[in-house]
DNA sequence: GCGCTATGTTTGCATAGTGCACGTTTAGCG
DNA sequence: CGCTAAACGTGCACTATGCAAACATAGCGC
């Protein structure tokens, strides 16, 4: 859920927006404003998106805890990695990296391999299980959001897809980086 | 950061939105698609708010957990609140919810206070320091989104604020309410 | 090849977060 | 008054985490 205060507080209509639920020409006022009102809509957006984020985890068989699912995120996307990377990208430190490998390790949902050429480095990459429970989770999160999507206008969905790609550009969301699907399954476990 | 995978992909330009960066008449297509491309969209805006969201607390001098933040929102939210209700909201045991007020209360950012009608119910509510604190980290995240906003073209400004409440909206996101804000510090400790 | 430093991983210790089972105090009710 | 339920708190076990220190290996200069 993560919630957070919602100090000040504003009209809920924008000011250059018709408020029929139709998009029509939105062709941007003055815009003397600086962008207070997006702010505010983007902080009541994220607190749904955390919620749901956070829901579609929770609502799972709880036989994996958030940081361990973060973890698996993490090998999934970027391919197998090493502890401290994973430590890394997860902002923990490599120690807790350690610890939780050996608890995905232990529950079946990844695999440590040595580095064939520097033996100090460990692989940590997922079992079939550690994929298909990151799959589910992230279906379940798309569902939800389909779910609220249909909810919505349609005339809405040109608008906000093209708005929310161009702020998950300029917030330095990678764009589109797929290369982490397919990737072999070679083990160099040695 | 709690990135997700993304797995099914699709061209980042809107089918129906022109790429030069300006909204323009917006007027939807024909609608075939099922709204794929916004939930797509909404994933890749999730990680970004999720990930800016996680960075505001951890840029934080850490004398404060996210579990622990997470109960002071609540407090702030919904005013002084019983342990129960707090433990509910955050959808932990009971016991985590005892044990959580009493790091918050040794860390000075809450106080303990017995109902005069229920003798077994306790009151939590926040002191100054634990409400300057839950403003502060709610101003940074708004400053961080102020600073993304900025990035992006101005004339995006109001169709994605007006996208955004929509969502919001059809996501179930409480409007507007800030009946919390300024309610009384009457103590009731008896 | 031999030190020396840097990197990658792991372990020990302390603290926080959590669920479950159980105990204690108090409310509510017949 | 006795019984049940509600609200807290405690004990136990396990996970999550940071910090410091130990270890193993890599890389480099000589």
Redesign the pocket.
């Known amino acids: 859920m993560t919630p957070t205060a919602t100090p000040k507080t504003s009209a809920h209509t924008a000011p250059g927006s018709n408020d029929d639920g139709q998009p029509g020409p939105v062709t941007a006022p003055s815009t003397p404003h600086t962008g207070a009102d997006v702010v505010e809509a983007l902080l009541a957006a994220s607190r749904a998106l955390v919620g749901l984020a956070a829901r579609s985890l929770a609502d799972l068989d ?1 036989d ?5 699912y ?2 698996l995120v993490v090998v999934a996307t970027r391919g197998p990695q ?6 890394t990208e ?14 995905l390790v ?1 529950k079946g949902l990844a695999r ?1 391999s040595r ?1 064939s ?8 990459r997922l079992t079939p299980a550690g994929r298909a429970l990151v799959e589910q989770v992230t279906q379940r999160r798309r569902d939800e959001l389909t779910r609220i999507v249909a909810a919505m206008p349609a005339t809405w969905h040109e608008p906000l897809t093209t708005a929310l790609r161009t702020f998950a550009t300029a917030a330095g969301e990678p764009p589109e980086t797929e290369w982490w699907l397919g990737w072999t399954d070679t083990d160099q476990d040695g």
């Open positions: 709880a994996v805890t958030l940081p361990q973060r973890a090493r502890v401290v990377d994973i430590a997860l902002g923990v430190n490599p120690s807790t990296g350690t610890r939780m490998c050996d608890r232990r440590r580095s050429t520097d033996r100090r480095a460990v692989q940590l």
